[in-house]
T-cell receptor, first 117, second 112 residues
């Protein structure tokens, strides 16, 4: 069964360092999402891509976070510099045409857990 | 602004018991969608069910059932004859006004 791949699964870094997370969505899924899930809370959308274009990045802290999906396939989420409050699970999801947050049919990866010391 | 409240932070039940997870929502939209997701220890969220705001019919899928009541703004999830594999964090979510909002989740532990 096709899966959304994410790496690394775990990342420990010191504050002020740079970190990057990678996501490879399910083949054919044009829409890609990055969510942040703080411990004990539900996921919150950071950025949404349609192919290589950003559709929604209103909740992305742009002073330190950046995201790209250059070829409309895999995506990278970067944090620079990392802060203590960035400790969270970063989840990537993808959806195919006709599906998405309105249908609930998002396919999630296993996430990248970030710990900032 | 829309909001989803899952008041039960953690629930533990003995295997084979029935358990109900509560979800209460707030929205000003007349058209909206409600969902439940399961997040096992591996981390990925798994979509379980969707209901739209115009369909209050309850649904049953195997051991799972969902009760949607607009009058009380609730969308509760019941697992019948629970099994250890049901142990996970369960999230209720609401889509309205182009935004998907998750609750804070309920951690369910099934004790063998």
């Amino acid at each position: 069964e096709a899966e959304v791949a994410q790496s690394p699964r775990y990342k420990i870094t010191e504050k002020s360092q740079a970190v990057a997370f990678w996501c490879d969505p399910i083949s054919g899924h044009a829409t890609l999402y990055w969510y942040r899930q703080i411990l004990g809370q539900g996921p919150e959308l950071l950025v949404q891509f349609q192919d290589e274009s950003v559709v929604d990045d209103s909740q992305l802290p742009k002073d330190r976070f950046s995201a790209e999906r250059l070829k409309g396939v895999d995506s990278t989420l970067k944090i620079q510099p990392a802060e203590l409050g960035d400790s969270a699970m970063y989840l990537c999801a993808s959806s195919q045409p006709g599906q998405g947050p309105n249908t609930g049919e998002l396919f999630f990866g296993e996430g990248s857990r970030l710990t900032v010391l | 602004a829309q909001k989803v409240t899952q008041a039960q932070t953690e629930i533990s039940v003995v295997e084979k018991e029935d358990v109900t997870l509560d979800c209460v929502y707030e929205t000003r939209d007349t058209t909206y969608y409600l969902f439940w997701y399961k997040q096992p220890p591996s981390g990925e969220l798994v979509f379980l069910i969707r209901r739209n705001s115009f369909d209050e019919q309850n649904e049953i899928s195997g051991r799972y059932s969902w009760n949607f009541q607009k009058s009380t703004s609730s969308f509760n999830f019941t697992i019948t004859a629970s099994q250890v594999v049901d142990s996970a964090v369960y999230f209720c979510a609401l889509f309205g006004n182009e935004k998907l909002t998750f609750g804070t989740g309920t951690r369910l532990t099934i004790i063998p």
